[in-house]
DNA sequence: GAGTGGTCTAGACCACAGA
DNA sequence: CTGTGGTCTAGACCACTCT
């Protein structure tokens, strides 16, 4: 038989389903509206709870929805721009941070760190953890790790650990003079520790921005923090940011 | 009953799953190397396939994995640094550009776009679609708006389309001064067309930079560029960059 | 054709939020 | 308590690559 056959391509079901419910989100539902549950949504479209939950996780992913345990699926505000790599150099903490001291530790670093660094393999360093808050919703948090070479007048005296601690190492970083900081951009999915900061699951999907601070000739302290790739757009330059989103699949109509 | 109850949080099983398969990532294989069908690793471990799955895709996620239809599953190299936002302000095509100029065509772009050129809603600007490759392996995909009013000169009578064209046209965007560009940084998925170019299935996850362009006041072109999310590490500053990825779940032993 | 990962189904139970 | 999303199962078939 002659399979005549135009429309090749069986576009999968949740690809299709995605397009129909994003189409549905511009123009029957408004910000922070809740969609039906997942299992009259997928009764309505006549199709598997799994396969309508595909097409919701990418949705998610593109930050154009939101769910929670409990409560429902609501329709996710635009993203909002962090700046991030402003190129006006400075330290962590300095001025002003947009950036809250949460604790601090000395515990020996994960081993990329210690490379990184250039310490030893079990050597301790200064680990401070900070938390950065956009609009009322927590949108990073970061661990900041500091040899105890780039911070020598450090005395013991200062409080052992907590928040007090934590801007006491800060302050001594800056006496250092900051020759210059490069970062980088991945993907990757929280940990734990990180998912309950930002009050997501463990496994969401994050932003990993890492910063190598440069003085002395060296790496004088290394940043990494993870942003929620869910709702945050991270900015370069003079930011603000552009106001473009990606529009999957269609050309202005 | 007391239920004791020490070991509260019923960790998920993909969840355990994933932190097994990173160790035995780590000790014993190494790049390249093809893993077990998933079949076969779901019976080993004791598991519904949908649920391996569910681990593999967060490894994959991570960059860690690479999977292939038809293919296997293998483990994937370090990513790749690819330097993006490089702070010597240029003109897209000028000089030592990494990217490849594909095509252009003449079209209305999609409504956001539009909006940040502040063109008309149906109005057709210059659209160069560009790729870039690193280490042999496709890493981007790029759409460049370019408004007439940017490339007054151009004339009509060079090619029509085409690379040629496509090169004609940043040659005429280069008479502009370049007053500055920022860019921002977000999470998406891979439309139909960028996926087949970055040799990937559709609605995999990419790294969406946008970068606006400004000359004369107001944005001159405007840049949306998908990077692979699973191979890429995006740099920004000094080049080259750190070389940390997230340790999950673990602090050095 | 054989073997791989990708999609899909129709169920079940669990963890959590809110009334 | 009810209702929500999150996890998990044991199958099935499809699309693709390679031989």
């Known amino acids: 038989m002659g399979t005549t056959q135009l429309e090749t391509v069986p576009e999968p079901k949740y690809w299709h389903l995605k ?30 709870r799994a396969t309508l939950r595909q097409a919701l996780e990418q949705l998610e992913l593109e930050g154009r929805l939101q769910r929670r345990r409990g409560v429902g699926t609501t329709v996710a505000p635009p993203r909002v721009g962090v700046a991030v790599g402003t190129e006006q150099h400075a330290w962590p903490g300095a001025g002003n941070d947009v ?48 040899p105890a070479s780039s911070v020598p007048e450090l005395s013991a005296i200062d409080a052992p650990s907590g928040p007090a601690r934590a801007r006491a190492v800060l302050r001594e970083l800056q006496r250092l003079e900051l020759e210059g900081q ?25 932003l990993v921005v890492t910063t190598r601070f440069l003085a002395d000739g060296r790496t004088a302290a290394l940043s990494v923090a993870t942003y929620r790739a869910d709702t945050c757009r991270l900015t370069f330059g003079d ?7 990606q529009d999957p699949e269609r050309r202005a109509s």
């Open 99 to 146: 950036w809250q001291a949460v604790d601090c530790a000395v515990a020996a670093p994960p081993a990329a760190v210690s490379a990184v660094l250039e310490t030893g393999r079990e050597e301790a360093v200064y680990t401070v953890r900070r938390s950065r808050v956009s609009h009322g919703q927590p949108v990073a948090a970061e661990l900041l790790y500091i």
């Open 239 to 245: 930011s603000g940011g552009v106001e473009i989103h």
């Open 182 to 206: 490069e970062s980088a951009v991945e993907l990757g999915s929280a940990r734990a520790d990180d998912a309950k900061e930002l009050d997501r699951l463990p496994g969401a999907p994050v």
């Open 19 to 48: 397009t129909v419910l994003s189409e549905a989100l511009e123009s029957e539902f408004s910000v922070g509206e809740i969609l039906p549950n997942e299992r009259d949504l997928a009764a309505r479209f006549g199709v598997a």
